[in-house]
């Protein structure tokens, strides 16, 4: 009986089954919603589902499910959809155990509905800025190409010819400047449109109001008596009409209580400020054109001077300034700013408080030095003498100093207000230096606070005691200026000179030889004094023996809590008989570390066994010496020998 074996291939084409049920879901781009479904175990035993999400591009929510029995899950899944259209996607649960089931899902991405931002409100002349926040939720990389129909009122700050990157799940901020040329709402309205493939279109509507212009911030202006300075108030036309300015000065008492044209007017002849114009009425300017304003201090006395420059404006026809429902006449705040007949406004005007500050003549004699060792700590006072605080006296100031010990207690503790001073906030004082480059050296190892001030009654003279901390990192000399600033005007500059020697070295590092002309290392690691990489250069001082190297000579020092920059110094001598030194400078921005070298012959190990001297020869057979008589042999001799000066000469005389 035969037995055999046949085998069938089968090829078996499923389908999946129809879907549980099919669902509708609706979403604007770059907005998420949810989709929720109940999902119920049904047997007794625990039921682990997987979720497979097809177009899982826009659609996120748990890969795996477990189900304890009899438990119903409400499982949810969020739309993100980043393109615009419709799509299919699928919601299909597996188990080995119940098998496939699904949900259908008709996807439907709708444009962004536009955006409406809050009105901005902006005083005529002036500018504000309001950003428009672009928020991409989605996988894509959105490039934004904008769009603004109303670019002389709302500005956006780029570049029109650029786009705007917003990477994916990021946001981006766009500011956009709003600059009213007209009281009210009139065409302050904008629609700035981003375009891109995905979105088709993101559409954003502005709006402003123009208002009436307030006084703007005072400006300081500094002079030293006897001499004059000047400063330049610019005025722009922010107005889209043709307008005559009147531009004059005006005490501000005038301004606060007389809002008449007719006493605006300043007439003091003895006023230290003044227009160098040579036409201050009735310059005509054109919409968005621009009017240098000079106005010249010349102080004869350290006290504040306060004054006003107005810039009345009137339109060239002579027409009124027109305003919406907005603006209420009968509630603004300050009328001094407009011009108003039979409740219209004919005019407007700005108004630019300036403030004169009187400087001491400047300080002619030695700085003040303060003077300490790099990575160390010194205290030092500093006496400043201002005179003209008191009107009647002569400007002059004087200055020095003394260095006292670092002191535990709290300086406060020893301020001290004597007569004539109502509070300790009548002087201000501050330390400038001459560039950004010495600030960044300076700032941070300077300290300054005033400990004392007096005042003598008879004569006015005003004496402050300032304590300086200096701690420098790093040896320098840089000059820096104290400046006092009065509260009721004057301002004295005192020099003073901050000098850092060089510190202690750090460590010593002997390098010991291992032969001429051969190169010894030896390493070290060093770390920043932050927490963040700093930039290093190393070399060595003048004066080092050039059989030194150290590399590199350039780099990084790594951040703290790291295992540091490794630095290797090498030595290679050519001769031992010479002493071989260096110093070894490492410096950073702000930090520098010094190293004493020495370079060492190389040790030498004597030698362990005793010393011996062995000449003679074994291997010849001793003979007998027999010894010469030299002296008897010597008076056999009848003449001189062959060594002799005279050879052959008799040595006995005989006599004739």
């Known amino acids: 009986q035969t037995c055999c074996k046949v085998w069938f291939s089968l090829e078996i084409h499923s389908i999946p089954a129809p879907p549980e049920k099919t669902l509708a879901i609706k979403c604007t781009v770059l907005e998420t919603t949810v989709i929720g479904i109940p999902i119920t175990n049904p047997t007794n ?41 419709n799509s299919d996607g699928s919601i299909i649960f597996l188990s080995e155990k119940a098998g496939e089931f699904w949900y259908a899902l008709k996807l439907n991405a709708q444009k962004l509905r536009p955006t409406t931002m809050p009105e901005v409100e902006c005083e005529l002349g002036k500018w504000v800025r309001q950003n428009i926040r672009l928020v991409n939720p989605t996988y894509e990389i959105l490039e934004l190409k904008p769009s603004n129909n109303n670019p002389a009122h709302f500005s956006l700050e780029i570049d029109p010819k650029d786009c705007v990157i917003v990477a994916p799940h990021s946001t981006a901020e766009l500011p956009v400047q709003f600059c009213p040329s007209a009281l009210g709402r009139t065409d302050h309205t904008a629609r700035i449109i981003f375009t891109c493939p995905q979105l088709e279109e993101w559409v954003f509507f502005l709006s402003g109001v ?10 300081s202006v500094s002079s030293c008596l006897g001499h004059h300075s000047s400063i330049i108030i610019n005025f722009k036309n922010p107005t889209l009409e043709d307008i005559v300015v009147d531009v004059f000065l005006t005490d501000p008492e005038h301004v606060m209580h007389h809002p008449s044209v ?64 907005t603006l209420d006449l009968s509630k603004v705040f300050n009328r001094n700013t407009i011009i108003t007949e039979n409740e219209k406004i004919m005019g407007l005007r700005w108004i630019y408080p300036i403030h004169g500050l009187p400087e001491a003549p400047p300080y002619k004699s030695t700085p003040a030095v303060v003077r300490c060792q790099a990575r160390s700590r010194v ?29 535990s207690s709290s300086i406060r503790a020893e301020v001290q207000v004597t007569e004539g001073f109502s509070t300790t906030d009548e002087f201000m004082y501050d330390i400038e230096f001459e560039s950004e480059r010495v600030k960044s050296q300076l700032k941070s190892a300077v300290a300054i606070n005033l400990v004392n001030k007096d005042r003598d009654l008879k004569t006015g003279i005003v004496t402050l005691i300032f304590n300086i901390v200096f701690a420098p990192s ?36 002997n390098i010991e030889a291992v032969g001429l002309n051969k190169e010894s290392v030896i390493s070290f690691r060093l770390t920043s004094q932050t927490r963040h990489p700093d930039p290093y250069t190393a070399y060595f001082l003048p004066g080092s023996d050039p059989e030194f190297v150290v590399s590199p000579q350039a780099g990084e020092l790594l951040p703290l809590d790291t295992p540091g920059t490794c630095l290797t110094v090498g030595f290679k001598p050519s001769m031992y008989s010479k002493k071989h030194k260096a110093t070894l400078v490492i410096q950073t921005t702000a930090m520098q570390w010094m190293y004493e070298i020495n370079g060492l ?48 000469a008799p040595l006995v005389l005989r006599a004739k």
């Open 210 to 219: 123009g208002l009436i212009p307030q006084p703007m911030e005072p400006a």
């Open 262 to 325: 007719s006493v605006f007017h300043h007439s003091s002849k003895d006023s230290v400020f003044w227009l160098p114009l040579k036409q201050k009425q009735g310059i005509l300017l054109p919409p968005k054109s621009k009017l240098d304003i000079p106005v010249l201090f010349a102080p004869y006395s350290m006290k504040l001077y306060e004054v006003v420059l107005v810039v009345q404006v009137e339109k060239l026809d002579g027409g009124d300034w027109s305003y919406d429902d």
């Open 601 to 648: 012959p190389p040790q030498s190990v004597p030698p362990t066994s005793s010393a011996k001297v062995d000449c003679r020869n074994t291997s010849v057979r001793l003979a007998t010496v027999q010894q010469r008589n030299f002296v008897r042999e010597n008076m056999k001799l009848l003449s001189t020998g062959v060594s002799s000066t005279v050879k052959g």
């Open 45 to 85: 035993d625990i039921l682990p589902l997987d979720v497979v999400l097809k177009d899982a591009a826009v659609l996120t929510g748990e890969s795996k499910l477990v189900l304890q029995p009899k438990e119903t899950f409400h499982y949810e899944v969020k739309y993100s959809p980043a393109v615009t259209g």
């Open 474 to 509: 790093k040896p320098l000399r840089n000059p820096a200026t104290l400046v006092v600033q009065r509260s009721a005007g004057g301002i004295w500059k005192f020099p003073i000179l901050f000098i850092a020697t060089d510190p202690e070295v750090d460590d010593v590092i």
């Open 379 to 407: 205290e030092e006072r500093v006496e400043v003498l201002l005179t003209g605080v008191v009107p009647g006296t002569t400007s002059s100031q004087t200055i020095h100093n003394s260095v006292t010990p670092s002191k």
